[in-house]
């Protein structure tokens, strides 16, 4: 069993920036892919980035390109999302995916963007 703790959320001003950590119990390279994803009450959880854990291939959605960037640190079990001008649409709450044979989801951290 794999543990993802996300922590780096919180209340930032419009044009602010952010940096969320995920921390693995486990190798992350026994998985994939790392990922996050948001959620807004209502509504579908949406990709944010994702990253393979050989390579370090990047995807980002649409929405985020240019603004948010995907990293990990592979001695630290640990991947990253820096977050810089963010923007109110951007409030949700943030997960952690750990994409293998079995996939693992952290509990998420809540990123307000309010003035």
């Known amino acids: 069993q794999v543990q993802l703790v996300e922590s780096g959320g919180g209340l930032v001003q419009p044009g602010g920036s952010l940096r969320l950590s995920c921390a693995a119990s486990?190798?992350?390279?026994?998985?994939?892919?790392m990922g996050w994803y948001r959620q807004n009450p209502g509504k579908q959880r949406e990709l944010v980035a994702t990253m393979t854990t050989i390579g370090g291939y990047t995807n980002y959605a649409g929405s985020v390109k240019g603004r948010f960037t995907i990293s990990s640190d592979t001695a630290k079990n640990t991947v990253y999302l820096q977050m810089n001008s963010l923007i109110p649409e951007d409030t949700a709450v943030y997960y952690c995916?750990?994409?293998?044979?079995?996939?693992?989801w952290g509990k998420g951290t809540l990123v307000t963007v309010s003035s």
């Open positions: 486990g190798n992350i390279f026994s998985f994939g892919a």
């Open positions: 995916k750990a994409t293998g044979s079995v996939d693992y």
